[in-house]
């Protein structure tokens, strides 16, 4: 069983930067790719990163490639994602997930942190 917690939320200004950061429980946290998603007000949720157990394999959605950066450290159990030149567009509840492995399906979700982005 793994938990992931979601925390970095909040109201920026479009043109700032967040880092978000998924903290996970239990000792297999390496065993897993880590995913960020997001889902907009009315809208489905969409994928936006998934980075590799080691972290040598990262994938962006093509919407926010060049913006936003995921990494990982295994040793804090923790998966970062950085969003720079923050859009209006970025608003949404963003989610990461655990999967065993890149094209696998999620097996846990988190609740997700709130970005507001202010035009």
């Known amino acids: 069983q793994v938990q992931l917690v979601e925390t970095g939320g909040g109201l920026v200004q479009a043109g700032g930067s967040l880092r978000l950061s998924c903290a996970a429980s239990g000792r297999t946290f390496g065993a897993y790719a880590i995913n960020w998603f997001r889902q907009a007000p009315g809208k489905e949720r969409e994928f936006v990163a998934v980075?590799?157990?080691?972290?040598?394999?990262?994938t962006y959605a093509d919407s926010v490639k060049g913006r936003f950066t995921i990494s990982r450290d295994n040793a804090k159990n923790t998966v970062y994602l950085q969003i720079d030149r923050l859009k209006p567009e970025d608003t949404a509840v963003y989610y990461c997930?655990?999967?065993?492995?890149?094209?696998?399906?999620?097996?846990?979700w988190g609740k997700g942190t709130l970005v507001t982005v202010s035009s």
């Open positions: 997930a655990a999967a065993f492995g890149i094209n696998s399906d999620i097996k846990y």
């Open positions: 980075i590799s157990r080691s972290g040598g394999t990262i």
